[in-house]
T-cell receptor
Framework: SQTIHQWPATLVQPVGSPLSLECTVEGTSNPNLYWYRQAAGRGLQLLFYSVGIGQISSEVPQNLSASRPQDRQFILSSKKLLLSDSGFYLC???????????FGPGTRLTVL | DAKTTQPPSMDCAEGRAANLPCNHSTISGNEYVYWYRQIHSQGPQYIIHGLKNNETNEMASLIITEDRKSSTLILPHATLRDTAVYYCIVRRYFNQFYFGTGTSLTVIP
């Protein structure tokens, strides 16, 4: 069966510090991978998606970047965090043309 | 993109049917309607999806109007564990989903 992992579960970082959130998927090959952010009291915003290694599409201009160094690894990064980067970050995967997206447990980021 | 409109919150008595509406008046012919739900501090969970016909699975039923401009998610016998935020989503491409603010459903004992 397929599983998706995210870490860390929670993170508190000062403004201006770097960020690296990792997401890995097990039990499937060539997944489509996604990063979402959910700010407090708001819906999920799609940040990035990837259909293959090294292929990243950005949905909104922002202070973040994403990379996919391996088939089942998706990384969300920032060089300098802003207060507005606080939120709940979710990684998701889907298989090919599948209709379902499967979400990870999420990382709650607080920037102080 | 076809955008969706949902009421921000709803209450439902335990054991009764919960009917969650969604408007998607600008939906195009090849766009599917999906429903997900998110229990507090967890990742969203897939519920059901459809294109034109009504759909039913073990979790819920999806009723799509003939003109496809709106749909209703029905939880036939709501339980306390169904308390969550429910998202109605219209898919633009197979790899893109756009989530709005959803409907916060509270099931009342």
């Amino acid at each position: 069966s397929q599983t998706i992992h995210q870490w860390p579960a929670t993170l508190v970082q000062p403004v201006g510090s770097p960020l690296s959130l990792e997401c890995t998927v097990e039990g499937t090959s060539n997944p489509n991978l996604y990063w979402y952010r959910q700010a407090a009291g708001r819906g999920l915003q799609l940040l990035f998606y990837s259909v293959g290694i090294g292929q990243i599409s950005s949905e909104v201009p922002q202070n973040l970047s994403a990379s996919r160094p391996q088939d089942r690894q998706f990384i969300l990064s920032s060089k300098k965090l802003l207060l507005s980067d606080s939120g709940f970050y979710l990684c998701a995967w889907s298989a090919g043309q599948s209709n379902e997206q499967f979400f990870g447990p999420g990382t709650r980021l607080t920037v102080l | 993109d076809a955008k969706t409109t949902q009421p921000p919150s709803m209450d439902c008595a335990e054991g009764r049917a919960a009917n969650l509406p969604c408007n998607h008046s600008t939906i195009s012919g090849n766009e599917y309607v999906y429903w997900y739900r998110q229990i507090h501090s967890q990742g969203p969970q897939y519920i059901i999806h459809g294109l034109k016909n009504n759909e039913t699975n073990e979790m819920a039923s999806l009723i799509i109007t003939e003109d496809r401009k709106s749909s209703t998610l029905i939880l036939p016998h709501a339980t306390l564990r169904d308390t969550a935020v429910y998202y109605c989503i219209v898919r633009r491409y197979f790899n893109q989903f756009y989530f709005g603010t959803g409907t916060s459903l509270t099931v009342i004992p």
